[in-house]
Nanobody, 118 residues
Framework: QVQLVESGGGLVQPGGSLRLSCAAS????????MGWYRQAPGQERESVAR???????NYADSVKGRFTISRDNAKNTVSLQMDSLKPEDTAVYYC????????????WGQGTQVTVSS
């Protein structure tokens, strides 16, 4: 069992920055992929950024150059540094852990609201 707890969401003006953090607990494995998804009102949940235990990253085109994902394997945490925020970044952001193997399993945090507005 894996538990994910996000923190760091809030209200920020366009062009501002926020840093989201996610703490994972439970049975964490070295091969687990961690990442961030977001879901805006009326939209489907989409992948924002993902990072492997070895540090390989993937970003959505919409956030490349503005967001940076990182993880601390020793602490089982993953962070998302969000810079140059835009109103279209407004969404609930979810921490995610993907267990590669059989069965392939996804774990989710409760979500944290990010609102970018003037």
């Amino acid at each position: 069992q894996v538990q994910l707890v996000e923190s760091g969401g809030g209200l920020v003006q366009p062009g501002g920055s926020l840093r989201l953090s996610c703490a994972a607990s439970g049975s964490i494995r070295s091969i687990d992929i961690m990442g961030w998804y977001r879901q805006a009102p009326g939209q489907e949940r989409e992948s924002v950024a993902r990072i492997s235990s070895g540090g390989s990253t993937n970003y959505a085109d919409s956030v490349k150059g503005r967001f940076t994902i990182s993880r601390d394997n020793a602490k089982n945490t993953v962070s998302l540094q969000m810079d140059s925020l835009k109103p279209e970044d407004t969404a609930v952001y979810y921490c995610n852990l993907e267990r590669v193997g059989f069965p392939r399993t996804l774990y989710w945090g409760q979500g944290t609201q990010v609102t970018v507005s003037s």
